[in-house]
């Protein structure tokens, strides 16, 4: 039973898949409060504030779908083989770097080969420095192009905020809890975030036994292509993890304990990663997440919102 990230719930042929975000019951109530009976494409996105410093177009609009560069995620053949191996100095590299940067820009996509099941979508940009921080803008849309509506998130300084017209009061942004317990609207938002975040998601590559580099499956000019795979077990014991982000990892994949999962990454000569891909089989075909890289060293410049412009999380919507 497969897992990418948190809290979908989809059941089909017997079958329960939890996926990325509790974002996506968020972003379609999003949509569902527009006027009218029935449910409209919305592009609450649109008017959302780019972090100062970046260049990002704004999400999709009613009826079209979003440019996502790169080609879908598809299982690269040998990707379970052992090959060169990958020395462990690369690896670490490559996990952390986009620890220190000013600022990179990112697109990211999830897909399934269920036709009715709606995927997140979207862009962000991730800083390592001055502050560590992360802002992203989240579309929910069906395979079949149906965009149901979009969240902005910020996580900067410690806290994480939300835009969104659920929680509009007058503010633009929500302050989540840092103990969720106390809101249930705050329910896994901290662990999904975490999930569109990545920094954490290329730690995943010191995890596996057999990263190797391949010429097979997508080749990207420029880049050096590395495949591996992750089990549950190897998550547990990977030495080079810090306990923080392998407790992340693990509860984000929970089905790492009967399931390995792929990771491809496609780095510079800086190994910084150009692309990045996860894919997890199911048996009624597979879940994968792909983010895409750019802009390098551009100031991301994230910073909390305003306090005047900021209201607690709201505990019902």
Known sequence: M??????????RHGLVITSVLVLAGCVARDASMSAGASPTPTSSAASATTPSGMSMSSPTTAGTSMSMTGTPPTLTPGS?????????????????????????SYTFAVSGSDMMSAWPSGQGVVQGSPDPGLDAQIQQEMLMGY??????????GGALYVRSARYDQGKAWALV????????????????VGQLDPRLQLKLVLASP??????????????THYVGEVAGAQLASASGLDPGSRAELAAGYPSLAIRA????????????????DIISPTPAGSLAMQ?????????????????????????SS
């Open 2 to 11: 497969a897992r990418l990230g948190g809290a979908w719930r989809l059941a």
């Open 80 to 104: 379970t083989a052992t090959g060169a191996p990958v020395s462990p100095a690369v690896l670490q590299a490559i996990a952390t770097s986009l620890d220190s940067v000013p600022g990179v």
């Open 147 to 156: 965009n149901s509506g979009s969240m902005e998130f910020r996580s900067v």
């Open 177 to 192: 809890p840092a103990d969720e317990s106390t809101n249930p609207q705050a329910q896994g938002m901290h662990a999904q």
């Open 210 to 223: 057999n990263m190797h580099e391949t010429t097979e499956g997508t080749s990207l000019p420029g880049t």
């Open 261 to 276: 999962l792929e990771v491809d990454v496609w780095v510079d000569a800086q190994d910084h990663p150009v692309r990045l």
């Open 291 to 315: 983010m895409n890289f750019s802009g390098y060293g551009t100031p991301a410049g994230v910073s909390p919102p305003a306090a005047d412009d900021t209201i607690p999380l709201p505990s």
